[in-house]
């Protein structure tokens, strides 16, 4: 049964550092890999999405990698800012359950001014 | 931003009581989910739908119906609310099983008492 953790659940760093959020999978089997963003009391929004044949995604100041062979996933987040702080989630697409994501806990983030 | 939009985005009611939430999507996505979130469990889905009216169960399907007589509209129902049902509720759309982005809508906070 494919499990996603993330570690660590919360982290706090000045402004202006560059961070890595770790995203972890038992199951090398998927379609693709999936970060959001969750501010509290909203909803999700969807930052990158890595298919399982690329290695990477960049989008502005933030870059996601995928080794699927090790089911390892990172988050680069690049001259960190205030309006960073927030839950980062990940989500894998399992080949053997076509319709549900299997999900990270989170990260809870946050950024000092 | 996916045009997703949850009602009712809050709501309180008593226990035994039926409840529906609606998701009304824009975007003509074939995929519709409904998800649970809980501190602690993080993200479980609980039906899903691969089109009108084709629905199936997800992961904590109990105490849970769904309909979907359009493509645009997935309705969630608690036929008789609980205390355990208390949650924050999000629907969800994809184009595509394998290789496509999930977009989420913004939650719908219930209450029940």
């Known amino acids: 049964k494919q499990e996603v953790t993330q570690i660590p659940a919360a982290l706090s760093v000045p402004e202006g550092e560059n961070l890595v959020l770790n995203c972890s999978f038992t199951?090398?089997?998927?379609?693709?890999l999936q970060w959001f963003r969750q501010d509290p009391g909203k909803g999700l929004t969807s930052l990158l999405l890595i298919q399982s044949s690329q290695r990477e995604q960049t989008s502005g100041r933030l870059n996601a990698s995928l080794d699927k062979s090790s089911g390892r996933s990172t988050l680069y987040i690049a001259a960190s800012q205030p309006g960073d702080s927030a839950t980062y989630l990940c989500a894998v697409n399992p080949m053997d359950s076509n319709y549900q994501l299997i999900w990270g806990a989170g990260t809870k983030l946050i950024i000092k001014p | 931003d996916a045009g997703i939009t949850q009602s009712p985005r809050h709501k309180v009611t008593e226990t035994g009581t039926p409840v529906t939430l609606r998701c009304h999507q824009t975007e003509n996505h074939r995929y519709m989910y409904w998800y649970r979130q809980d501190p602690g469990h993080g993200l479980r889905l609980i039906h899903y739908s691969y089109g009108v009216k084709d629905t199936d169960k997800g992961e904590v399907s109990d105490g849970y119906s769904v309909s979907r007589s359009k493509t645009e509209d997935f309705l969630l129902t608690l036929e008789s609310a609980t205390s355990s049902q208390t949650s924050v509720y999000f629907c969800?759309?994809?184009?595509?099983?394998?290789?496509?982005?999930?977009?989420f809508g913004q939650g719908t906070r219930l209450t029940v008492v």
């Open positions: 969800a759309i994809s184009d595509g099983v394998q290789n496509t982005e999930a977009f």
């Open positions: 199951d090398s089997a998927i379609y693709n």
